[in-house]
């Protein structure tokens, strides 16, 4: 296996644990500006206020983008095995 063949295999796993984890942590990060925004206009600073909305949104993520999420990684993990033996050479 050359350094161009880990580095490629690198990226792409890289790429893929992104893609992976972008709709849960944008949700989350979406619902926290907003929660965050409410609070400071309403002056209410409840630490727990923001936790509950947060989990709700996460889960809501998961459950919508849940498949996709699941065949992009079996995609990737196919590819890999599929490669396995070419690589191993």
């Given at each position: 296996?050359?350094?161009?063949?880990?580095?490629?295999?690198?990226?792409?796993?890289?790429?893929?644990?992104?893609?992976?984890?972008?709709?849960?942590?944008?949700?989350?990060?979406?619902?926290?500006?907003?929660?965050?925004?409410?609070?400071?206009?309403?002056?209410?600073?409840?630490?727990?206020?923001?936790?509950?909305?947060?989990?709700?949104?996460t889960m809501v993520a998961l459950v919508v983008f849940g498949p996709w999420m699941m065949q992009v990684?079996?995609?990737?993990?196919?590819?890999?095995?599929?490669?396995?033996?070419?690589?191993?050479?």
């Amino acid at each position: 296996m050359s350094v161009s063949e880990v580095a490629t295999l690198g990226q792409q796993a890289l790429l893929v644990a992104l893609l992976v984890s972008l709709p849960v942590l944008l949700s989350a990060l979406i619902v926290g500006v907003l929660i965050s925004l409410v609070q400071a206009v309403t002056q209410i600073q409840e630490m727990t206020l923001t936790f509950v909305p947060k989990i709700i949104a996460t889960m809501v993520a998961l459950v919508v983008f849940g498949p996709w999420m699941m065949q992009v990684l079996m995609s990737f993990t196919t590819n890999l095995f599929q490669q396995a033996a070419r690589l191993a050479r």
